[in-house]
């Protein structure tokens, strides 16, 4: 069964910083393109970014609204991909959601966790 | 940036075909997937690739894919279909682009 588990969200004051994590299981996580969704309370889904596996060149991409205040990283020896963000703005409240285009980068995300919440209010 | 434009609400009748849309500039030479929300859960991959079912979708789901419009079609509407759904693609600038959602209500 896979699994996708988020966590290190919470309540944090505008300009501060957060690091998400989610936990990898049931899959090849080495091999696989992870990218980072979130969706705003009441709101729709919003890519964030995505980093290729590390046989692919591990790069990153991001979405405009975050780029240069987002960085994802993983470690394929824990099986977790993680999301620093920076200089939080209220903007950036939503559930942060884990999730892979697991059959090829554009065959849909198949799996997800089930989110992590940020909440940025001061 | 590419832009996906869905409806925000569709309604349909128990047992119904609801037809939801998705608008974008020459959808129809990307591929599209849908997915399906329900409250308090995370997105189900409900049609990748314009047309395609993952295992454990029912055969009501179907998608369809030409020039600016995309649309999945929802055929004997149930009760438990109420969810939101998302279109989204892959775009090679703007990377993954998701639609605004529509809200699905089973009368």
């Known amino acids: 069964e896979v699994q996708l588990v988020e966590s290190g969200g919470g309540l944090v004051k505008p300009g501060g910083s957060l690091r998400l994590s989610c936990a990898a299981s049931?899959?090849?996580?080495?091999?696989?393109?992870m990218s980072w969704v979130r969706q705003a309370p009441g709101k729709g889904l919003e890519w964030v970014g995505r980093?290729?596996?590390?046989?692919?060149?591990?790069?990153?991409d991001y979405a405009a609204p975050v780029k240069g205040r987002f960085t994802i990283s993983r470690d394929d020896s824990k099986n977790t991909l993680y999301l620093q963000i920076n200089s939080l703005k209220t903007e950036d409240t939503a559930l942060y959601y884990c999730?892979?285009?697991?059959?090829?980068?554009?065959?849909?995300?198949?799996?997800w966790g089930q989110g992590t919440l940020v909440t940025v209010s001061s | 940036s590419y832009e996906l434009t869905q409806p925000l609400s569709v309604s349909v009748a128990l047992g119904q075909t609801a037809r939801i849309t998705c608008g974008g500039n020459?959808?129809?030479?990307?591929?599209v997937h849908w997915y399906q929300q329900k409250p308090g859960q995370a997105p189900v991959l409900v049609i990748y690739?314009?047309?395609n079912r993952p295992s454990g979708i029912p055969e009501r789901f179907s998608g369809s894919n030409s020039g600016n419009t995309a649309t999945l079609i929802i055929s004997r509407a149930q009760a438990g279909d109420e969810a939101d759904y998302h279109c989204?693609?892959?775009?090679?600038?703007?990377?993954?682009?998701f639609g605004t959602g529509t809200k699905v209500t089973v009368l």
């Open positions: 020459n959808i129809g030479s990307k591929k």
């Open positions: 989204q693609v892959w775009d090679s600038t703007t990377k993954y682009v």
């Open positions: 049931g899959i090849s996580f080495s091999h696989a393109w």
């Open positions: 980093i290729k596996s590390n046989t692919d060149g591990g790069t990153a």
């Open positions: 690739r314009d047309s």
């Open positions: 999730t892979t285009p697991y059959s090829g980068y554009d065959y849909g995300f198949n799996y």
